[in-house]
């Protein structure tokens, strides 16, 4: 049993699967590179650079979440944790702005980012106080 499948038993794991599955989904939209080109494309920039840069992030609704991405990325995650749409919309929402400050916290986006373990590396210290 890997680390994470058993920090998640431990912890009654659905958060912390729908944290892992954010990850994965984060991944298979290019990463936070193709998260910004997708903001962009959206007209929503201002919005990603906020959470990348070292100011204050702003805040995104499920509604701009569902004007970034199309219908069926987000029916993909949605289908991923077992949620609809509109809580998957929701949970986005409320994951990346903290996912990608974390993972930027020089204001640049690290070359080579391993974004999964990066993430763990978050939880881990969350839940270790590392």
């Given at each position: 049993m890997s680390l994470f499948?058993?920090?998640a038993?431990?912890l009654?794991?659905?958060k912390?699967?729908?944290?892992k599955?954010?990850?994965?989904w984060?991944?298979s939209?290019?990463?936070?590179e ?13 919005i990603?650079q906020?959470w990348?840069?070292t100011?204050?992030n ?6 701009q ?5 199309s ?12 949620m609809?749409?509109s809580?998957a919309s ?5 994951y ?5 400050d ?6 640049v986006i690290?070359k ?7 993430g ?6 969350k839940?270790?106080?590392?």
């Open positions: 499948n058993q920090i038993s431990l009654g794991g659905e912390i699967n729908q944290y599955t954010v990850l994965d984060v991944e939209q290019g990463g936070i193709g998260l910004v080109k997708r903001f962009n494309i959206a007209g929503l920039s201002e990603i906020s990348i840069g100011n204050a702003l805040p995104i609704s499920a509604e979440i569902e004007q970034v991405f219908s069926s990325v987000i029916s993909e995650l949605a289908s991923k944790i077992n609809s749409q809580e929701d949970m986005a929402a409320q990346l702005p903290k996912l990608i974390k993972v930027t916290p020089d204001g690290p080579d980012l391993d974004l999964m373990s990066a763990m590396n978050i939880l881990k210290s839940i270790f106080g590392e």
